[in-house]
């Protein structure tokens, strides 16, 4: 199932993608190697999922070439559609159909015999825990059960690279994880997946590589750990008892630091030079000013910290958020 | 080619097995249509004088016709349906046939065409309906029938593919047929009808299918219809095929 060979699963050169005026994808290049996850975040309308759609045939980019498995886009778009599953961000499965029937038409249409389907589905509801509702129509199933499906009809044919396009929007948290457990279970099998998603904690737990795209162009690219690091390292939250002491407590900790504290709300940020014995120091330097402390914490910047630099918006903001930043 | 073909049966296979799990749809080609010909047999008949013919004999092929065609709304809304659900995105990124979703698609009609008209027969049959020609007439005015029904599922096809939702399915879809259907000899002889009106209906072509089918089934007046129905049949394939196809592809690109 996996590709063995050194040769990246997906490969993405200049891809510009127009719709109107609008320019959904500004000259992307991207590179996924094969058997890991590579996660694009962005948010709504950053251009995720028409990427998605260039890459699996359904769209055709203006200019730009990509590749899956080698396999041209444009060119060997029929071989190529052999080789990829596709969960979309709809539930793209027949609602008057049972599971098993869904499962068995999309064996079918991919060239197996109605055996070899049926025995296919079977073994998929099983998998994905679908099982007592394999003869009830789609229709009745809950909104995790439906995601559940319309994943394994993206996997029939065992495909080597999967495209996941917001797998686990809309669902809730004991359906999220749980798919999220179905995801790492088929990494680990080999499988490539590209996973489009606007939740940060989902890339951060799924994808060993992360794109960042907005507007259209790709303006990150790292592990989760090499973007955190590139905001710099850990940094100190200190909350006070009283907000009228915030004078005193940052002249008390600026000395940790290389740049000056910042205060939001009442929450007091300082990036400090080493996380060794930070909090001890700033307890102490606090006390001896005669400050009281409400809460002190040492974290790493998070992914929605990532996001924020990288982008200059928050990552779930609607159409009206980014106006306002922009 | 074999693949078009496999992939065809296939979509047209998951349509009708869709309908079982859809009653409503099911009442909409069996019930629907046994009310409109008591309606027309038992309350407009009395009214209306069909020369040569017993109403009732001049009704049956006037509403086949006309179920017929509203047969092919369900290829509209089925269609419909599955660009705003998203399945036409899972089909293209499938290794199948391009032409087999929307070919499937105007073929599952042909089977639910197949039942409606089988229903209507048999309840014509029950209130007084004979055929007057031979066994192989009644089965060439079938075949028409089936032909012209497939060939309007193209033109319900290429509505479903351009409308947004299946609201305006339906109302779009009953603007265009509506008077199609009733301004057409399905129910009274075009000669009954106003200066203007007549001389739509004589070109309409379902005028044409339905005087074909009184030809086939009743022994009626050829004039050309059972070659201008097949005419008309290959024309409207020919025409919306295409724009379908288009339109296909312009839905799934959005």
């Not at chain 1, 027949?94 to 599971?99: F, H, R, V, W």
């Not at chain 1, 060993?208 to 592990?223: M, S």
């Not at chain 2, 301004?183 to 106003?194: C, E, G, R, Y």
Request: one cysteine or more; hydrophobic letters at 45%.
């Amino acid at each position: 199932m996996a590709t063995t060979s050194d040769r990246p699963a997906i490969e993405v050169e200049g891809i510009v993608k127009h719709f109107g005026d609008v320019r959904a994808l500004d000259g992307v290049d991207l590179v996924a190697p094969p058997g890991q996850v590579l996660g694009l975040l962005g948010p709504n309308g950053a251009g995720k999922t028409t990427l998605v759609r260039v890459l699996t045939t359904l769209l055709k980019a203006d200019s730009g070439s990509a590749r899956v498995l080698g396999l041209d886009v444009v060119h060997d778009a029929g071989a190529l559609r052999e080789q990829i599953g596709l969960a979309g961000q709809y539930a793209a499965v027949d609602e008057n159909l049972t599971g098993l029937e869904n499962l068995t038409m999309v064996g079918r249409l991919y060239g197996e015999s109605r055996g070899q389907a049926k025995a296919r589905g079977r073994e998929l509801l099983e998998r994905f825990d679908l099982v007592d509702a394999s003869s009830k129509a789609a229709k009745t199933y809950s909104g995790g059960m439906r995601r559940r499906l319309d994943l394994a009809a993206a996997l029939v044919a065992r495909p080597p690279v999967l495209f996941l396009d917001e797998p686990t929007t809309g669902l809730d948290p004991r359906s999220r994880l749980s798919l999220w457990a179905m995801i790492e279970g088929l990494v680990a099998e080999g499988t490539t997946v590209l996973l489009t998603t606007q939740y940060l904690d989902e890339a951060d737990r799924l994808a060993d590589t992360i794109a960042v795209i907005d507007h259209g162009k790709l303006i990150a690219e790292g592990t989760p750990d090499q973007l955190k690091d590139r905001l710099g390292g850990e940094r100190l939250e200190v909350r006070l008892d009283d907000g009228a002491d915030t004078d005193a407590a940052v002249r008390a900790l600026t000395a940790m630091s290389d740049e000056p504290p910042s205060c939001e709300d009442g929450l007091l940020k300082v990036s400090v030079r080493q996380r060794r014995g930070s909090i001890v120091e700033a307890v102490r330097r606090l006390s001896d000013v005669g400050v009281g402390v409400d809460d002190l914490a040492l974290r790493r910047p998070t992914l929605d910290d990532v996001f924020l630099a990288f982008t200059g918006h928050a990552a779930e903001a609607d159409n009206e958020d980014e106006e306002e930043a922009a | 080619m074999r693949r078009l073909v496999t992939d065809t049966l296939i979509i047209a296979e998951r349509n009708v097995v869709r309908l079982k799990r859809a009653p409503e749809l099911l009442i909409g080609f069996t019930v629907q249509p046994i009310m409109f010909v008591l309606l027309f047999a038992y309350v407009f008949g009395g009214a209306i004088s069909t020369p040569g013919y017993s109403y009732i004999d001049y009704l049956i092929p006037g509403i086949i016709v006309q179920n017929i065609a509203f047969g092919g709304f369900a290829t509209a809304l089925g269609l419909n349906d599955d660009v705003r659900k998203g399945l036409i995105d899972r089909f293209r990124s499938l290794p199948m046939s391009r032409a087999a979703v929307l070919a499937g698609r105007t073929l599952s009609d042909v089977v639910t065409n197949t039942l409606s008209m089988t229903i209507l027969l048999i309840t014509g049959v029950i209130i007084g309906f004979t055929f007057q020609t031979t066994f192989l007439d009644a089965l060439a005015g079938i075949g028409i029938l089936l032909l012209f029904g497939y060939s309007f599922s193209w033109f319900l096809a290429f509505l479903g593919l351009l409308v947004s939702s299946p609201e305006s399915v339906n109302s779009v879809g009953f603007i265009a047929v509506f008077p199609l259907t009733f301004l057409s000899s399905a129910f009274v002889p075009v000669a009954s009808l106003p200066d203007g009106l007549q001389q739509f209906a004589e070109v309409n072509p379902f005028t044409i299918v339905v005087d074909s089918i009184r030809h086939l089934w009743l022994g009626g007046p050829n004039n050309n219809d059972v070659l201008g129905a097949v005419i008309w049949s290959l024309v409207i394939v020919g025409v919306f095929a295409p724009l379908a196809v288009g339109a296909y592809r312009r839905a799934a690109a959005r």
